[in-house]
């Protein structure tokens, strides 16, 4: 087996065959294709794609085309999670904005066609970088790289939620504390073993609460492995996996891309303890700095509570793929390593509740 903390790119790239547990009816999804989506003419073929640890996702190759799609997994889930119609929603509004998504074609609700909720939009070709390090290229090409994807985020904090029809895509004001206690509660319905840094910080978060920003769309999980990058160019040719997404305070979505510089390699492939300018990677100054130009936004306050808050949300969703591999739905071969990090990443979390005062 690959070893995901030595090559997470060999790990995570590509297709495979389909679990056995996530199988589609094929004979039902090339009917629904026909009738939905906007050019299709099959025979399909079908294969799951190895990254991604919740929504399953597979890739559909007709002879003409090709596709995604995104479903909701089988089994019992927890409140609110798996929200695919959420991401067809969002990613809908933002393709007609020009903003670099894949084309989404069309929202299935019926459970009946393949036994979940999914959707269907275009394959984005390119390149997906799973290593933060980006290894293998010159410090110009890694700097470039970064610079895209802060762009990326920073132009998705410009758009004004009602100008683009997502005035309802979340609920108005106190972002923060709804976030803290839905992450508490996801946390709870998952727990295995108690966990003492997480009933500190479930403790210690709602006591500290940082000013509102203005709502924006939140992405909730932007980071380098979300991206499809050109496959011979710096470009975000699409920002994938909108799961997360909802209105809110865009230094959320800015200091979660932040944790990627604080985390050790051995989490999550961090760059955590690394000589950042010579391998050409922008420090988090330099990312403060280029986000905040390129938005209109200030610089994020708090910064402190707030990496705090990131590491024990993804502390809280690592819970949730722990809880799924217990139960046995978990959507990745790699779900087990991503539970092992609950722990570390809650450490992480409570050091930096630490540093900001508690």
Known sequence: MTDIATDPQAAFSGTREVDPRYRLDEAALDAWMAANVEGYAGPLTIRQFKGGQSNPTYELVTPGAAYVLRRKPPGVLLPSAH?????????????KQGYPVARPYALCT?????????????????????????????????????EAQIDALADLHKFDPAEIGLADYGKPGNYFARQVGRWTKQYRASEIDPIPEMDRLIDWLPQGLPPEGPARIVHGDFRLDNLMMAADAPEVRAVLDWELSTLGDPMADFSYLLIGWVLPPTVRNGLGGLDLPSLGIPTIE?????????????????????????????????????????????????????????????????????????
Request: charged share 25%; hydrophobic share 50%; with cysteine.
């Open 83 to 95: 929200a695919v119609d959420r991401e067809f929603a969002v990613t809908s509004a933002l393709y």
């Open 286 to 358: 330099e990312t403060v700095e280029r986000y905040t130009a390129r938005s209109g936004l200030g610089a994020p306050e708090n910064l402190d509570w707030l990496m705090a808050y990131n590491l024990f949300r993804l502390a809280a969703i690592c819970q949730g793929i722990a809880g799924r591999v217990r139960d046995g739905t978990a959507a990745s071969a790699h779900a087990i390593e991503t539970a092992k990090q609950v722990v570390p990443l809650a450490k992480a979390a409570w050091s930096f509740a630490v540093k900001a005062g508690a």
């Open 110 to 146: 019926d459970d009946a066609v393949i036994g979940s909720m999914f959707y269907v939009m275009g394959k984005v070709e390119g390149r997906v970088l799973w290593d933060l390090k980006l290894p293998g290229m010159e410090p110009a090409e890694r700097r470039a790289i970064f």
